[in-house]
């Protein structure tokens, strides 16, 4: 696997100034790329503010199985995919199977504030 990084902006307005797209949500193709990085950097700004210490990552299998945000803290692993439209998904099976004590929550704009950022 070749190891890529993935990244994300503090503001996604710079994002959008990069890619030259200013559209309304409503007529964009990478509104879920949007919504993954606005909540991977409101997460971020969370865990400063409230001196959440947590080591942050992304996961992926050589299959593509993927996660958005894995946050190791405390001693446990609690593993976060963001989510644009409200479907409720299930973690990956690999990550089920090697991690079966993480925790694993679908990030929507319905549960954010309740689930991410509280």
């Not at 439209?85 to 991690?99: C, E, G, L, Q, R």
Request: hydrophobic residues 35%; contains cysteine.
């Amino acid at each position: 696997m070749i190891k890529n990084s993935k990244w994300y902006f503090v503001d996604n307005g710079i994002r959008n100034a990069i890619i030259a797209n200013f559209s309304s949500v409503s007529l964009r193709n990478d509104t879920g790329q949007l919504w993954e990085n606005y909540i991977i950097s409101e997460r971020l700004k969370h865990q400063h503010y409230t001196g959440m210490s947590a080591n942050n990552y992304f996961w992926r299998t050589y299959d593509q199985q993927e996660i958005d945000l894995i946050e190791e803290r405390g001693g446990r692993l609690y593993a976060y995919e963001m989510k644009w439209k409200k479907n409720k998904i299930k973690a990956p099976v690999a990550w089920s199977k090697n991690y079966p004590d993480s925790e694993f929550c679908t990030v929507t704009p319905d549960n954010y504030i309740s689930e991410f950022l509280a």
